[in-house]
């Protein structure tokens, strides 16, 4: 199959989807022509994803064109953007359909669900299957969250739980590991709805993907403030909360691939937040707050945060994802 039926077979879908407003001209062309909203700013991202580094070579196609769009589209909400489309750069070792098919219901059951549409991309041959996306969102002007905004005395919040997919990540080979848990590796949600409802509300906001400890560090670095959580009050699973403190901290603060937001908000307005997110999915979790400074931070200097247990200052040995450790 050559690139330019391999592209029409997989990725070219009917033009007339409610998700087309906004695109004069979509697939197909040599690029692609959007109509922005009146006052509003465009929103970019871009993320690859490589087999072997960013997802087991061993996963079912149908996660891995799901994940590719997910954490695009997570970036996006972690800026309070509203998705709109998305391009697809492919290198594939070959064409075949068996893996084609699955992966493009995967990228498009996402892109569906959240009403974005593939507006262009490239396929290349090549021997490692890598996926890098281009997510575009809008935002009114002026209204996107950065990771520079936390002040001093806002609470630090996460939704959802936080090291599942680390733990799934560590007992692939285990028959007995939870599908839930390899769901939260394999299938990640981008925070769509939390993300816009956080507009106005949250002063600093970014996804977690290398870690919390090492994101959490951008928001503080960014914003020129320094930052305590509490080892207690992240929110695990059942079987996170069950392993001992070291255990639970490699993983909830340093294993990555979780795909929550983080955000810093002042409490009067995280009290507001609470009554209109209420029981919403996904849960909202105080961690610990925003500080002037931190004297308790002399073991690493290079690092605004301070992660408490049992009130007593906790070393992580290490903060994050890395590639090139
Ligand atoms: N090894 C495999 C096979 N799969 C994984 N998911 C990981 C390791 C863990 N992992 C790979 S990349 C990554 C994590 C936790 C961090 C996120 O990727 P990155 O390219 O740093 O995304 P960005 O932070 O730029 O959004």
Redesign the pocket.
Known sequence: MDEFSLIHRYFQRPENSPASSGIRLGIGDDAAILTPPAHHELVIST??LIS?????IDTDPYSIGWKAAA?NLS?LAAMGAKPHSILLALTLPEANPDFLEPLADGLFALCDAAQVKLIGGDTTRGQTLSLTVTALGWVPTGQAILRSGAQIGDLIVVSGTLGD??YA?QHLNNPALDPELKSR?DRPTPRLALGLALRGYASAMLDI???LAQDLGHILKESGVWGQIHLEDLPLSPTLAALNPEQRAALALS???DYELCFTISPSKFAILQSVWGDSSPPLNVIGQINARDHNKNEHPHNNLTVLYQQKPFILTQQG?R?FE
């Open positions: 993320d690859t072997g580094r960013h997802f087991p954490v970036d997919a680390a990540l590796l993907s290398d870690g294993g990555g691939d994802f590639h």
